[in-house]
């Protein structure tokens, strides 16, 4: 197990709970940083007493400065700052930030040979080969912090070479079963509203119009190794087998648990050990029916992009990921409607250059282009 750890976005949902599960497994919380929550990142700040801290927008950088000039910690700002809260003196990076501004950060930690606890899909989907490349080059550790694969990551531990194909579950969030005619006029309000899970707002989006699994889908493939042929996304409203694995044989694995992101955010810092946690059990005497369903592509288009993304590769995925990115904040904003998300999206990823094998900054361009096209 190990005993350092920085949180990268640790005002958010996950950064919260991963700060909770450091307390109690005892480990040294090294830096803490967030966007411009400042108010809370104090109060964790006198609490954790890291030594770095960084907060992305720099007028509320400043701010943090002048609050916390009687505590012992060096403050940062924009992405300079949060690639320093990755390379500081910590065992491992805890990556929950939303968005691509994780992959650098991401990148930096693993030249340094730490474990990322791996929260912040978009790195994969944007750059995954890139990022699994310089994993295994350095020898760094990728312990995934979603539930879905954390759950097939414990399945197939030992099992790798065994896979026969991945079953990807998702609730199908709060709009499952609805046409694009009934979504037309979501809100905000009911969007961020998930029947199982309490995330953050982009997320809790994500999950509503599917595209978190599309997401989850890309990022599978990168940490696993396989083909989008090996994976196949399994509807589960109830959310507790949080994924499966087929093996060659027919044996099926799957993962159960309580729908809390505690457990994987814990075992993602204590492994390959296990350690007791506070959360929930599963009441297999009171549990309800477990049913499972195909996707609807034609009712859930997000997803169905997300998968054409992944065949296609290159910087397809990266321009999508960015572009749901913004899509999603504009929404948040009350400035385009729900459905708009997917239109938005799906343009930008028709309209800007595909390059098939793209460097860093090839991805980092694509990214740009995208945000700048959503508006």
């Keep these: 197990m190990i005993h350092s750890v920085s949180v990268l976005g640790s005002t958010g949902s996950i950064g919260r709970q991963s700060l909770a599960a450091a307390e109690r497994l005892g480990l040294r919380v090294e830096a803490l940083t967030a966007q411009k929550s400042i108010g809370l990142l104090e109060e964790q700040i006198r609490k954790f007493k890291p030594s770095y801290a960084a907060v992305y927008d720099k007028k509320a950088a400043a701010a943090l400065r002048t609050a916390v000039a009687d505590m012992d910690v060096e403050i940062g700002e924009g992405l300079e700052g949060l690639r320093q809260a990755a390379v500081v003196d910590a065992e491992a990076v805890v990556t929950a930030v939303s968005g691509a501004v994780g992959l650098q950060p991401t990148l930096d930690a693993i030249a340094l040979k730490k474990r990322i606890c791996l929260a912040n899909k978009e790195t994969l989907v944007c750059a995954g080969a890139i990022v699994m490349g310089a994993a295994k080059e350095q020898g760094a550790q990728i312990v995934p912090v979603d539930s879905e694969h954390s759950a097939i990551f414990q399945c197939l531990e030992g099992r ?15 709009f499952r079963g609805w046409t694009r005619a009934e979504t037309a006029a979501v809100t905000p309000e009911q969007a961020v509203r998930h029947p ?19 997401l989850e889908f890309i990022e599978a493939m990168h940490l696993f190794g396989v083909t989008p042929d090996d994976i196949q996304v399994v509807v589960h409203p109830q959310s507790v087998i949080h994924s499966m694995v087929e093996l060659i044989d027919g044996t099926v694995l799957a993962q159960l648990a309580v729908p ?46 997300a998968m054409d993304c992944a ?65």
Aim: proline share 7%.
């Design 160 to 174: 790798l070479e065994q896979l026969h194909r991945i079953l990807l579950t998702g609730s199908g969030g709060p």
């Design 260 to 305: 809390d992101m505690g457990l994987p955010i814990q075992y993602a810092m204590t492994w390959p050990e296990r350690a007791p946690s506070p959360y929930e059990r599963l009441d297999f005497w009171q549990m309800r029916d477990m049913t499972f369903e195909a996707p609807d592509l034609t009712k859930t288009p997000c997803l169905a992009l």
């Design 311 to 375: 065949r296609r590769g290159g910087t397809a995925p990266a321009v999508m990921s960015a572009a749901n990115e913004r899509a999603v904040a504009l929404f948040l904003q009350g400035r385009i409607g729900y459905n708009d998300i997917y239109d938005r999206v799906a343009d930008a990823v028709e309209r800007i250059p595909w390059v098939q094998d793209p460097s860093l900054d090839d991805i980092l361009a694509a990214d740009q282009q995208a945000r700048r096209l959503v508006g």
């Design 196 to 214: 199982n899970w309490n995330m953050g707002a982009k997320i809790s989006v994500d999950s509503a119009t599917m595209m978190n699994k599309g």
